[in-house]
C-alpha cells in the first residue's frame, strides 16, 4: 500500500512538473515573441522617423517596398531580384490596416523570419524583420535555467510525495501494530467506522481463542477423567488381582466409563458441528409439538423409575424453521436435564405453545434448582453448578451448551428462571416480540 501510494503520488507530481515546464517554456516563448514584435515595431518607428530606409544593420533584415509592391531596397539581396511583394501577408496587412506582422519561412532566405511591416505616408512600405535562429538562441540560453527549475522541483515533489506518504500510512500502520489501543483521536474520521469494526473483530477472535483454548483444557480433562478409570480397572484384571465378585462389578465400571467417554464425545461432535455452521444446511420447518411429545415419550419410563412425572401440556402443532435433528436435540437435552437434576417423586411440565407470531418451548421441573450467581454461566462448555453431583448423574457438561448453539442458529431466545430447592424452567421463544 506505501509503494503504491508512493508511486501515485510520485507519478503525479512527475506530471506536474512536466507540465509545468511546457507552461512555463510556452509563456516564455509567447511573451519573447511578442517582445521580438514589439522591438521590431520600435526599430520601424525609428527609422521613420529618420527617414533613411536603404541601411544594413546586424541582424535584421530590412524591406523597403513602392506601393505597387517593387522592391526599392533590400539589406540582405539586391532588391531588383527580388519578385514582387504585394502578397506577402505582413506587406498585404499592412497596406489594408497601416500595419501588419507574422512569422514565416522566407523564400529569400530559406529560413524563418519574424517580420513587421509599415505603411508609410506615401503609400510605400517599410519591412524590418528578425531571424528566428536568433530568437531560438534566446530560448537554448534559457533552457539551462528552465531544466534547472524544473530539477529542482522533481526533487521538492519526490521529498513531498514522501513525506505524505508517511503522513497517511502511518496512522494505519499504527492501527495495525496495537489493535487493542487505537487512538480515534489521531485516526483519520473516514476510518473511525472501520477501526472500530476491526477492533470488534479482533477482540472477537481473541475471544474465540480464548474459548477454544479453555475448551480443550476442558476436553482433554473430562476425556481423561473415563479413560484413566478403564484403564485402571483394565490393569487390575489383566493381573489377575481381581476376584470373581468384583470382576462384576469393575466390568461395569469400565462400561460405564466407556459410555460415558462415548456421550461425551458425541457431545463435542455436535457442538464442533455447529461451531463450523454445517447444521444451518439440515434447517427445515417442523412440527416441535409433535417431536417434543416423542421425546417426553421416551424419557418418561425412565423418570419413573425415580418416581419422577413428565407430562406434556400445550398445543398439537407448532411449526419452527429449525429441523428435525435439531429440534431432537434441544428437547432431548432439556427434558433429560430435568429429570437428571430433579428430586425423587419430582415432576416435570413440558410445554409447546403459540402466542400470536411466537412459538415458546418450555421445561419446568421442581428440582435442586441453580443458585443466582451461577445462572449467567449455566450455558458455557463444560460448567457445572456441582462438579460431583452432575459426573455422579452422568452429565457432560455440553447439553445446555449444545441448547444455547441451537437457539442462536435458529435465532430463538433462550431464558432461564430458577430458585434453589424450589426447581428451573427454561424457555425458548422463536418468533417477534419477547415474553
Request: a negative charge; hydrophobic letters at 40%.
Amino acid at each position: 500500500m506505501r509503494q503504491k501510494i508512493n508511486r501515485r503520488f510520485t507519478g503525479i507530481a512527475l506530471f506536474s512538473v512536466v507540465i509545468t515546464t511546457i507552461v512555463m517554456t510556452a509563456v516564455f516563448y509567447s511573451q519573447l515573441k511578442k517582445q521580438v514584435f514589439s522591438d521590431l515595431a520600435v526599430v520601424a518607428d525609428l527609422l521613420i522617423d529618420e527617414g533613411s530606409y536603404a541601411r544594413k544593420t546586424d541582424n535584421l533584415r530590412i524591406t523597403w517596398i513602392d506601393a505597387d509592391g517593387k522592391v526599392l531596397f533590400d539589406s540582405t539581396v539586391d532588391g531588383q531580384s527580388l519578385a514582387n511583394h504585394l502578397d506577402r501577408p505582413e506587406i498585404a496587412e499592412a497596406v489594408s490596416s497601416g500595419s501588419g506582422m507574422g512569422i514565416r519561412k522566407s523564400d529569400t532566405l530559406s529560413e524563418s523570419v519574424f517580420y513587421y511591416a509599415k505603411k508609410l505616408d506615401n503609400g510605400q512600405i517599410l519591412r524590418v524583420g528578425r531571424e528566428t535562429h536568433s530568437v531560438v538562441a534566446v530560448l537554448l540560453s534559457a533552457l539551462p535555467m528552465v531544466l534547472t527549475t524544473a530539477l529542482v522541483l522533481a526533487a521538492v515533489c519526490l521529498m513531498v510525495s514522501h513525506y505524505l506518504t508517511s503522513a497517511i500510512v502511518e496512522p494505519i500502520n499504527k492501527m495495525a501494530g496495537d489493535m487493542e489501543h487505537i487512538d480515534e483521536g489521531k485516526s483519520y474520521p473516514e476510518l473511525i467506522p472501520f477501526t472500530r469494526k476491526i477492533r470488534l473483530q479482533h477482540e472477537e477472535i481473541l475471544s474465540a481463542a480464548n474459548i477454544r483454548q479453555e475448551f480443550t483444557a476442558n476436553v482433554s480433562h473430562e476425556l481423561k477423567t473415563p479413560l484413566a478409570a478403564i484403564s485402571g480397572y483394565a490393569e487390575l484384571m489383566e493381573a489377575g488381582l481381581v476376584n470373581d465378585k468384583e470382576m462384576k462389578r469393575f466390568s461395569g465400571e469400565i462400561r460405564k466409563s466407556a459410555a460415558r467417554l462415548l456421550t461425551l464425545i458425541n457431545d463435542i461432535i455436535k457442538l464442533s458441528q455447529l461451531d463450523a455452521g454445517n447444521a444451518k444446511d439440515i434447517l427445515d420447518v417442523v412440527n416441535l409439538a409433535e417431536i417434543t411429545k416423542e421425546s417426553v415419550e421416551m424419557l418418561v419410563f425412565g423418570a419413573a423409575k425415580n418416581g419422577i412425572d413428565v407430562v406434556y401440556e400445550g398445543d398439537d402443532r407448532a411449526d419452527v424453521h429449525i429441523g428435525k435433528e435439531l429440534a431432537q436435540e434441544l428437547v432431548y437435552n432439556l427434558i433429560e436435564n430435568a429429570v437428571r437434576y430433579n428430586k425423587p417423586n419430582g415432576r416435570v411440565i413440558v410445554k409447546v405453545q403459540k402466542e400470536g407470531t411466537q412459538i415458546i418451548f418450555s421445561v419446568e421441573d421442581t428440582g435442586i434448582g441453580i443458585p443466582l450467581e451461577h445462572q449467567e454461566r449455566i450455558f458455557e462448555r463444560f460448567y457445572r453448578v456441582d462438579k460431583s453431583r452432575s459426573k455422579e448423574l452422568g452429565g457432560t457438561g455440553l447439553g445446555l451448551a449444545i441448547v444455547k448453539h441451537i437457539c442462536n442458529l435458529t435465532d430463538a431466545d433462550v431464558n432461564l428462571m430458577s430458585k434453589p430447592g424450589v426447581g428451573t424452567k427454561i424457555f425458548i421463544v422463536w418468533g417477534r416480540g419477547s415474553t
